[in-house]
């Protein structure tokens, strides 16, 4: 079956295709279909961006569609960035590097011991027939005071993930997709595939 995926993101077409072409999905970017359109996420938490974002491209090109929205939630700031995370500073000039300097710049007042930080991610399928799946998933760190490592991308080099005792930029990436927030959104949409009927590879 193929699905388009409604990002720009190859970075993101890797990770996610790594798990997805187990549930038997052939995953595009929605680019290589001629489809270039940026939804404005007007929603107010993960799961409604995630609908949206999917619902456009699946009436942009007729194709089921696959939609994530995920960002980092540090509980210092109150959540913050949250859905925010790939537009936290509204500075268009900040790329993933920038941003996540931000990040630890606006988080230098807090103390260790009170860094803690989640990501999360929500996956949602959709197709033309009006199916609609949804999955959250959540992971569970800490912030650093630098970066570390040179794997993943956004902010994984200052999230420390306490049971590898490392950053998520510091473990390969089968290692991180095996327990990431966006691994096990994944799992759970697939358990989800499962019950509504796609065959199980």
Request: proline letters at 0%.
């Given at each position: 079956?193929?699905?388009v995926l409604a990002s720009h993101n190859p970075h993101k077409l890797k990770e996610i295709s790594k798990i997805t072409e187990k549930f038997g999905i052939e995953l595009v970017l929605q680019s290589e279909l001629?489809?270039?359109i940026d939804v404005e996420e007007t929603g107010s938490t993960f799961e409604e961006n995630s609908f949206q974002k999917a619902e456009a491209v699946m009436?942009?090109?007729?194709l089921p569609a696959l939609a994530d929205d995920s960002g980092i939630a540090v509980d210092a700031l109150n959540g913050e960035p949250g859905i925010y995370s790939a537009r936290?500073?509204?500075?268009e000039s900040l790329d993933d590097w920038g941003?996540?300097?931000l990040l630890l710049k606006n988080?230098?007042?807090v103390p260790d011991g009170q860094r803690q930080a989640q990501f999360v991610c929500v996956i949602t399928f959709i197709t033309p027939e009006?199916?609609?799946i949804q999955a959250r998933g959540e992971i569970h760190g800490e912030l650093t005071r630098e970066p570390r490592g040179e794997n993943g991308f956004g902010y994984d080099p200052i999230f420390f993930y306490p049971p590898f005792g490392k950053t998520t930029a510091e473990v390969s990436p089968d290692q991180k997709n095996a327990v990431s927030?966006?691994?096990v959104a994944l799992q759970k949409f697939y358990e989800k595939m499962k019950e509504a009927g796609y065959a199980d590879k």
């Open positions: 079956m193929k699905v001629g489809v270039d009436k942009a090109t007729g936290y500073g509204f500075d941003r996540m300097m988080t230098e007042h009006g199916q609609m927030h966006r691994g």
